[in-house]
């Protein structure tokens, strides 16, 4: 079993940037991957971007060139820079791990791109 606890969403202007970050309950390296969804009103969940253990990345098209995700190892937490934000990035964001016998979620956190 994985806890993932989220922080870092809120209100930011159209071009503004936040961090989101996913603290998980053990060693990353015991997780195959991790990464965020998001899920907007009406829409289903959609991939964001996802990191495995060894480091390598997959991002959304829709975000390349603007979102980063990183890693900690030593606190177990992944972080997803998100820069030029735009209102259409306004979702529920959400934390996942996938283990060899799971996937796991987080409780989303809100961000609202909003003039």
């Known amino acids: 079993q994985v806890q993932l606890v989220e922080s870092g969403g809120g209100l930011v202007q159209p071009g503004g940037s936040l961090r989101l970050s996913c603290a998980a309950s053990?060693?990353?390296?015991?997780?195959?991957?991790m990464g965020w969804y998001r899920q907007a009103p009406g829409t289903e969940r959609e991939l964001v971007v996802t990191?495995?253990?060894?480091?390598?990345?997959n991002y959304a098209d829709s975000v390349k060139g603007r979102f980063i995700i990183s890693r900690d190892v030593t606190s177990n937490t992944v972080y997803l820079q998100m820069n030029s934000l735009k209102p259409e990035d306004t979702a529920v964001y959400y934390c996942?791990?996938?283990?060899?016998?799971?996937?796991?979620w987080g409780k989303g956190t809100l961000v609202t791109v909003s003039s």
């Open positions: 996942y791990a996938r283990t060899v016998d799971a996937v796991h």
């Open positions: 053990r060693s990353i390296f015991s997780i195959n991957a």
């Open positions: 990191i495995t253990a060894g480091g390598s990345t």
